[in-house]
């Protein structure tokens, strides 16, 4: 059994993989920053890209996201210089690296059919010892690796950690039925030890904790302003620094969440809860679904509920 993380691999390099790279840079464990490779690739770089001499095309995600990470404000970085801890790569060419690590953390697309075939590419390259978990908002642990060896899934837990990951004190580790418990307590011990967050032991249940009181909430305020027809800056107004929660004004908390995000959070409720009642509560309205139809994502795509400055 392993019992330290000595390096780890980030997949899915987006909102939230970065900033977990970035905090495990800044408590000192290295680790790989792994994307998929550009499906907007022109030809031309698609070309330059195949050779080794020009990878940098194909790890134009990770890389980016990196970037990104020197850049943002408040940083995800403890010290600029950690950034030297993280190696981005494209997870095509970097996949047999899964070897080599301690801990593989998914943090791609919340969607379930995305992550299990993930997962299973993981798998082929995963040595029993290495620890995985997801980043999901919600979804099933269990489902997620139904695919896999049973080996696999007692490596295998959720660890959900909260936006910004370097700021956000909450990480809720979520066992699946067959995740060995010494995998469950070491990971307790470096989620409270090494990455100093408060650990939250959830049940496998739809968005877990949470994100099961919190996607309810959101949807209750958004309800209640189309409604009322409040506008977003009175409801910011009242939701925010002037009940002392500087940073958690629901659309400011929306925008940097990602819309899209928010949605698929929502709709794993909806579509895995019986009870009519409280799947009515996880209904998105209507103009949030058409705001990401318009690519409006939130600060990732520069404009969500506002318009990123
Ligand atoms: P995001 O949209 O910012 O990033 C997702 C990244 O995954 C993208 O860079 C995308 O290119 C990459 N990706 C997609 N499919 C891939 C694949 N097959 N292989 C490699 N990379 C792939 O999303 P995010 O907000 O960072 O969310 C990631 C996960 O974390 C989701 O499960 C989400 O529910 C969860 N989460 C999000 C938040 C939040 O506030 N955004 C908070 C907690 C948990």
Not at 57 to 64: D, I, K, M, P, S
Not at 252 to 275: K, Q, S
Request: glycine share 8%; aromatic share 8%; with cysteine.
């Amino acid at each position: 059994m392993n019992k330290s993380i000595r390096k780890a691999a980030v997949i899915g390099s987006g909102i939230m993989g970065s900033g977990i790279a970035a905090h495990l840079a800044n408590v000192g464990i290295p680790c790989l920053l792994l994307d998929m490779v550009p499906q907007d690739m022109t030809d031309e770089e698609v070309k330059k890209g195949y050779t080794p001499e020009h990878p940098a095309v194909r790890n134009r995600l990770a890389t980016g996201a990196v970037a990104k990470l020197q850049k943002s404000t408040p940083s995800p970085l403890y010290d600029i210089a950690f950034a030297d801890r993280i190696t981005p790569g494209n997870l095509e060419d970097h996949l047999s690296h899964i070897a080599e690590v301690d801990w593989v953390i998914e943090v791609v697309v919340e969607n379930l059919q995305v992550k299990k075939d993930l997962l299973s590419k993981v798998e082929r390259y995963w040595k029993p010892g290495t620890i995985v978990s997801s980043n999901t908002s919600g979804i099933s642990i269990d489902e997620m690796v139904a695919d896999c060896s049973e080996d696999f899934q007692q490596y295998f837990l959720g660890t959900h950690f909260f936006n910004p990951p370097r700021y956000m004190k909450l990480l809720e580790i979520i066992p699946g039925m067959h995740t060995d418990p010494q995998i469950v307590q070491q990971m307790r011990v470096l989620g409270e030890k090494v990455l100093g967050k408060g650990v939250v032991l959830a049940k496998d249940t739809p968005n877990f904790i949470a994100n099961r009181i919190g996607t309810y909430g959101l949807l209750i305020t958004l309800q209640a302003m189309v409604e009322q027809g409040f506008t977003v800056e009175e409801v910011d107004a009242v939701t925010g620094p002037a009940m002392g929660r500087p940073k958690s004004a629901t659309f400011r908390t929306l925008d940097m969440v990602g819309l899209d995000t928010f949605i698929h959070v929502a709709d794993n409720v909806y579509a895995n809860v019986t009870d009519e009642t409280e799947r009515a509560a996880f209904i998105v309205p209507e103009v949030m679904k058409s705001m990401v139809e318009r690519g409006w994502l939130g600060e990732k795509s520069g404009q969500g509920f506002y318009l990123k400055k």
